[in-house]
T-cell receptor, first 115, second 111 residues
């Protein structure tokens, strides 16, 4: 079945450091890929998405590129801030040709940014 | 525009009791999803409604879980009887298209 694997956390960085959170997936067909973020005390929010190979999703300084050849969707940010401290989830949907269907999530990566 | 809301935010019950969780989707969203995250593991899909119909309930763990969406508006998820392993955070999401909008979740603790 479909699956998403994220790098183990937690990740602790100093402010202005470079961030990479690795995400790889296994799926049939051509899924859409997402990064969701959960800030403390809040629900999940969509951070960015990509719907086809070589698409780059970006938002709030975060970027991720849909790499079909390596089945990856790594999240990057050039300079993190304390306010980026949150749990980050990689997810996919639409594999196997189904649309508007369930999301399959990775296990989440806790990011803590210190001043 | 109001987002997805869930009630209650927290629930603590004893093993064997019944709990009903409620989700109010964004108005006009035909798709409604339930997910849960147990013990810091990955968020897992439970089921998907399109309007009042169950489109996919492949993630429902067993027959102690019953989800309804009467009238195609809000949805309830009942756990009866609750077991210790049901503890976790239950998320609801709604959508018109592929992007799903999540509620804040209900944290369920079964003691």
């Amino acid at each position: 079945g479909d699956s998403v694997t994220q790098m183990e956390g937690p990740v602790t960085l100093s402010e202005e450091a470079f961030l990479t959170i690795n995400c790889t997936y296994t799926a049939t067909g051509y899924p859409s890929l997402f990064w969701y973020v959960q800030y403390p005390g809040e629900g999940l929010q969509l951070l960015l998405k990509a719907t086809k190979a070589d698409d780059k999703g970006s938002n709030k300084g975060f970027e991720a590129t849909y790499r079909k050849e390596t089945t990856s969707f790594h999240l990057e940010k050039g300079s993190v801030q304390v306010s980026d401290s949150a749990v980050y989830f990689c997810a996919l949907s639409g594999a196997g040709g189904t649309s508007y269907g369930k999301l399959t999530f990775g296990q989440g990566t806790i990011l803590t940014v210190h001043p | 525009e109001a987002g997805v809301t869930q009630f209650p935010s927290h629930s603590v019950i004893e093993k064997g009791q019944t709990v009903t969780l409620r989700c109010d989707p964004i108005s006009g969203h035909d798709n409604l999803y339930w997910y849960r995250r147990v013990m810091g593991k990955e968020i897992k899909f439970l089921l998907h409604f399109v309007k009042e119909s169950k489109q996919d309930e492949s993630g429902m763990p067993n027959n102690r879980f019953l989800a309804e969406r009467t009238g195609g508006t809000y949805s309830t998820l009942k756990v009866q009887p609750a077991e210790l392993e049901d503890s976790g955070v239950y998320f609801c999401a709604s959508s018109l298209g592929p992007e799903q909008y999540f509620g804040p979740g209900t944290r369920l603790t079964v003691t």
